[in-house]
């Protein structure tokens, strides 16, 4: 036999052994439109944020904090492979920083609208109690490496929408600690510098809920190429998600 | 079948660690991309964005939080340039700034020269406020000074005027400017007219109950609350009321706005 026989005859065999496994639609367009804008976002925001970060690698607790003070975190500059731009310049990363926050913003908002009106975060985000339940069996599963599949496989399970729910947290705490850094925004809305404990802490929590999505991401992309790459990457751009069957 | 994920799984993160470690910035080409005009044209948009916005949020000329006594920073770091030098300026220190003009002109009906002492019998206002800085920093300073507005006043603002630009004994010329030719080293800043008649924005003389001192802008120096501090300029000689910067040192505004840092610092 022929390669080319041979391939034939394989792709023929993955082609039946795929039409076997359900395929569904899982991502509507606008989830799937807003995460990769999401992506580009959130990716220059980390870059151009630590290119900021490093004109004063020093972050305090309350309203002041400079040289003189005891910081909360003492930071080392990052990597010029870390940043945008590579090379450091405090008025061009704040440049990427504010255009892409405004599309950070904006994005948000088009997610949060369409997600509450189309209940997509009350029926696949939000954990019921039977989900809260089976967080404990969920994170042993996770260890495991064990996936869902079968029917299981069409809904997050409960570690996910916890992930899911606590990076929407995150971006908007992002957005609020971000604009409590602007002494202009302050004027206008002095409680929210007060409720983030001051203008310093609000920096801090600035940097950490950046960390925790950090974290985020990684987890994730770990899980995306554990449970099948391709398609799980396809399933967010054309919405077409193959269900793992039960004997996979 | 989870071997074989787990040896995805590592090709994935091989594969992506590669990927990160060409660096973030190379990934987008963000370094050609910062240095093209018209991709700074479309950041630069996001200013204005800013701009609309803060000035709509702030149509009601709300005031910056002020703090009590006990909040002000033991150290109040002071940054750009620590003592002006030169013999001018040495002369006016050793003098205690008996002899320093503050002049007030351009678009305006009764130009304006008053001595610090003519500054000092006016009405003043007291304030503790936060200074936050482009870097990231803050400090807490207690400021007593001449509200801009009243300066305006009696200087008669004419019609026309849109900005209102100090002139500073300082020269920083280390720095290059951007986009062009190398702007003279001087300091000067510029602010909006909705910014200039804000009740808090001072011509100010005392920093925590005694006369400024050379390192924080002696003898006078700008405070406009709502905005980040290279819009506090110090060592405050000339305040000219224009109708456009566009003519005057790099084009942008200010010392640090010839550099690339946005006029509107509100964020």
């Known amino acids: ?248 | 079948m989870t071997i074989i994920t787990r040896r995805q799984a590592l090709i994935g993160g091989i594969a992506g660690s590669g990927l990160l470690l060409t660096g973030c910035s190379r990934i987008f080409q963000a370094d050609s991309l910062t240095e093209s005009a018209s991709f700074q044209r479309v950041l630069a948009a996001a200013q204005s964005w800013t701009l609309a916005t803060q000035r709509l949020l702030l149509a009601g000329g709300q005031m910056a939080t002020e703090y009590k006594p006990s909040d002000i920073s033991p150290h109040f770091k002071a940054n750009g340039t620590y003592n002006p030098g030169g013999e001018y300026y040495n002369r006016n220190v050793a003098q205690g700034f008996a002899n320093w003009r503050l002049r007030i002109d351009g678009l305006v009906t009764h130009p304006l020269s008053l001595s610090v002492a003519d500054l000092r019998r006016l009405p003043a206002r007291s304030q503790i406020t936060r200074h936050d800085c482009v870097e990231g920093w803050s400090a807490i300073g207690g400021w007593t000074g001449v509200p801009l507005a009243l300066l305006l006043r009696a200087a008669g603002v004419r019609s026309g005027t849109r900005y209102v630009v100090f002139y500073c004994a300082d020269n920083l010329d280390g720095e290059p400017s951007k986009g062009g030719e190398q702007s003279p080293g001087q300091y000067y800043e510029s602010i909006g007219l909705i910014d200039a008649m804000h009740p808090q924005t001072l011509i100010a003389y005392d920093m925590n109950g005694k006369p400024l001192d050379v390192a924080h802008g002696a003898p006078l120096r700008l405070r406009v609350e709502r905005q980040l501090g290279y819009k506090q300029a110090k060592y405050i000689q000339r305040i000219q009321v224009v109708s456009d910067f566009r003519s005057i040192s790099g084009g942008h505004g200010g010392y640090w706005e010839d550099r690339g840092y946005d006029w509107y610092a509100g964020i």
């Not at chain 1, 390669?3 to 569904?24: G, L, M, Y």
């Not at chain 1, 994005?107 to 975060?121: D, P």
């Not at chain 1, 996910?160 to 602007?182: E, F, K, N, P």
């Not at chain 1, 960390?211 to 987890?219: N, R, T």
Request: glycine residues 6%.
């Open chain 1, 1 to 248: 036999m022929s390669t080319s026989a041979a391939e034939a005859v394989s792709e023929t065999a993955s082609r039946n052994a795929r039409a076997h496994r359900e395929v569904i639609h899982r991502h509507a367009w606008p989830v799937r439109l807003t995460h990769w804008i999401n992506a580009l976002t959130i990716f220059i925001m980390v870059g151009s944020g630590l290119n900021i970060l490093n004109a004063h690698p020093r972050l305090y607790w309350g309203q002041a904090g400079a040289d003189f003070d005891k910081p909360f975190l003492a930071l080392h500059s990052w990597p010029d492979w870390l940043t945008i731009p590579s090379y450091t310049d405090l008025a061009d990363a704040r440049h990427w920083h504010f255009f892409f926050a405004w599309i950070l913003v904006v994005n948000c908002a088009v997610y949060l609208t369409w997600s509450l009106a189309r209940r997509h975060i009350q029926r696949d985000l939000w954990p019921t109690a039977k989900d809260l339940r089976a967080i404990p069996r969920s994170i042993i599963d996770h260890i495991k490496l064990r996936h869902p599949k079968g029917e299981a496989a069409k809904r997050y399970n409960v570690l996910q929408r916890l992930a899911y729910l606590g990076l929407l947290t995150l971006l908007i705490g992002m957005v609020l600690t971000g604009l409590s850094m602007s002494p202009g925004f302050d004027a206008f809305a002095p409680w929210l510098v007060v409720v983030l404990g001051g203008r310093q802490s609000a920096r801090t929590l600035h940097f950490l809920f950046a960390s925790a999505i950090v974290l985020f991401i990684a987890v994730h992309l770990i899980e995306v190429v554990l449970a099948g790459p391709i398609n799980e990457v396809r399933s967010m751009i054309t919405g077409r998600y193959a269900v793992p069957r039960e004997h996979d």
